[in-house]
Structure formats: structure tokens, C-alpha cells
């Protein structure tokens, strides 16, 4: 168990609506990232945040956004979802200052767009 | 850019066997190199890192992983493979770029499956 937690584990939806991502970091870790993971693309980065501050950003489409609240956790918002959108999105969480250390990943939210 | 490349979309191996999962990278100043593994339906696993210091690195369940910076590689070895090894294993760097603070971001390269057989 890596300390990260995801909801949902799964969502089925259909093209055109909106989902919220739900990820809690571990405890103490600052930094939150977000990755898209699909059978064509690979593990994209989507965006990270630090202490509520948007921190780096990677090819995340102008449809979906994230936040990261006072209590650190963070949500991805997708919306007007298409069929390609169906994948498996990962949070991360790292302690924050930059240092040598690894990303933690939750087990993911499964989005399915029929 | 940083960037990892890892040249085989699947390793077969038997049990008992050694195994390597092969790795090349390309930075801009020092890297630093990751393993991680993902079981069917879950989340990446950390396995191990290189940051700096003995070229040869330990890490989880066995495996280690040998920084080569002459060949920019840094492949995955375990000497003998279980069959509860078989997953998709990613090589990663950590992207060196200045964002204006902090950041640890990844970048993954595309993953080679692993499959062990009894």
C-alpha cells in the first residue's frame, strides 16, 4: 500500500459528460501529480501541483483541469469526454522540495466513456 | 529533453533463469534513473533508483539494476526469475527541467512485459 488513494476505482460514463477524479496524497507529501495511462499513448504526465500551486504541466487537454484543495488532496476534472479519454489515470504524490526521491502511485481510476 | 527508451515491448524468460529488462536514456546533466512495476490492475510499484555512487543498485523483491553512463543505459536484472515476476516494467527519468520550483515529475518510458514461465 503506497499511502495514495484514488475514487473511484472505476466509472463508466458517456461521451459529452463531466467526471471528477478524486486523490488523496500521502500523508505529509506536498506534491501531487497526475498521469494518463492508455494502450496507445503510454504513461502520459497530465500535471502536477505543489501546495496548491499548479507546478509543471505536460500535454493535458484544454477539456480537463485539476486542483489541489488546502487539505492537499486533488481532484481532475475531464469533461465534454470523448472516447479516446477512456483510460487509467494515476495520482502521485512525492514529499514536494525537489529531492531524489521516488513518486508514489495510488491504484489508479479507470475511465471508461462509451 | 530527458527521455527513456526501452527497446523490447515484451522479455520471455523461464523460471529460474536470469533475466534483463534493458533500458537507455537520454539527459542533460546527471540522471536519475527509476524502475517501476505494475501488476495486472494496479498501481506502479517502485522498485528501485539511481542517483548517484555505485553504478549497481538493489532494490525490491531481488532485483537490481546497473547504470552504465558510457552506454546511457540502465537495465533491470534479476539472476533468477519467478513466475510472480511477470508484469509490465517501466523505466523512468526524472525530468530535469526547471518548472520556476519544485517538481520530481517523471517521465516513463513505454514499458516491456514481462513474462516468466514455469
Known amino acids: 500500500d503506497s499511502g495514495v488513494t484514488q475514487t473511484p476505482k472505476h466509472l463508466i460514463t458517456a461521451t459529452g459528460q463531466r467526471v471528477t477524479l478524486r486523490c488523496s496524497p500521502r500523508?505529509?507529501?506536498?506534491?501531487v501529480y497526475w498521469y494518463q495511462q492508455s494502450l496507445d499513448q503510454g504513461l502520459q504526465f497530465l500535471i502536477q501541483?505543489?501546495?496548491?500551486?499548479?507546478?509543471a504541466k505536460g500535454n493535458i487537454l484544454e477539456r480537463f483541469s485539476a486542483q489541489q484543495f488546502p487539505d492537499l488532496h486533488s481532484e481532475l476534472n475531464l469533461s465534454s469526454l470523448e472516447l479516446g479519454d477512456s483510460a487509467l489515470y494515476f495520482c502521485?504524490?512525492?514529499?514536494?522540495?525537489?529531492?531524489?526521491?521516488?513518486?508514489?502511485f495510488g491504484e489508479g481510476s479507470r475511465l471508461t466513456v462509451l | 529533453a530527458q527521455s527513456v527508451a526501452q527497446p523490447e515491448d515484451q522479455v520471455n524468460v523461464a523460471e529460474g533463469n536470469p533475466l534483463t529488462v534493458k533500458c537507455t536514456y537520454s539527459v542533460s546533466g546527471n540522471p536519475y534513473l527509476f524502475w517501476y512495476v505494475q501488476y495486472p490492475n494496479r498501481g506502479l510499484q517502485f522498485l528501485l533508483k539511481?542517483?548517484?555512487?555505485?553504478?549497481l543498485v538493489k532494490g525490491s523483491y531481488g532485483f537490481e539494476a546497473e547504470f552504465n553512463k558510457s552506454q546511457t543505459s540502465f537495465h533491470l536484472k534479476k539472476p533468477s526469475a519467478l513466475v510472480s515476476d511477470s508484469a509490465l516494467y517501466f523505466c523512468?527519468?526524472?525530468?530535469?527541467?526547471?518548472?520556476?520550483?519544485?517538481?520530481?515529475?517523471?517521465?516513463f518510458g513505454t514499458g516491456t512485459l514481462l513474462a516468466v514461465q514455469p
Open positions: 502521485a504524490s512525492s514529499p514536494g522540495q525537489v529531492n531524489t526521491g521516488e513518486l508514489f
Open positions: 500523508s505529509g507529501d506536498l506534491s
Open positions: 539511481y542517483i548517484t555512487g555505485d553504478n
Open positions: 523512468a527519468v526524472r525530468d530535469g527541467m526547471n518548472y520556476g520550483g519544485a517538481t520530481n515529475k517523471l517521465i
Open positions: 501541483y505543489y501546495n496548491g500551486e499548479e507546478r
